[in-house]
Nanobody, 125 residues
Framework: VQLQASGGGLVQAGGSRRLSCSASGRAFINYTVAWFRQAPGKAREFVSAVKYGLGTKYYGDVAKGRFTISRDNDKKIVYLQMNSLETEDTAVYFC???????????????????WGQGTQVTVSS
């Protein structure tokens, strides 16, 4: 599967942004899709994931209460709605996919074998 992330840009603190991860390829419904982010000088961190099949959603601490992940299997798109953005959310956001990923590994980047190119989100104060 090939992934393309989009929707990044400049937003003021307190604002919102919706990221999209568009996929091409077969059997998209069989893939867990996640968002990770990486800020300058920091390690990549888990943001959110939506499981294959029924679409169970998972959130990292950075996302809880502010971000919402969703997927449209017909359109092969996963969205990340980000609200109440803070300057600390400034990062490159990557979407990633893994086929039939075990529940224990949804937040671990090494288990995702397909990655999009990343989209920059900059939150200004």
């Amino acid at each position: 599967v090939q992934l393309q992330a989009s929707g990044g840009g400049l937003v003021q603190a307190g604002g919102s942004r919706r990221l999209s991860c568009s996929a091409s390829g077969r059997a998209f419904i069989n893939y867990t899709v996640a968002w990770f982010r990486q800020a300058p000088g920091k390690a990549r961190e888990f943001v959110s994931a939506v499981k294959y099949g029924l679409g169970t959603k998972y959130y990292g601490d950075v996302a809880k209460g502010r971000f919402t992940i969703s997927r449209d299997n017909d359109k092969k798109i996963v969205y990340l709605q980000m609200n109440s953005l803070e300057t600390e959310d400034t990062a490159v956001y990557f979407c990633a996919a893994a086929s039939l990923l075990h529940d224990d590994y949804y937040d671990t980047d090494q288990y995702y074998n397909f990655w999009g190119q990343g989209t920059q989100v900059t939150v200004s104060s």
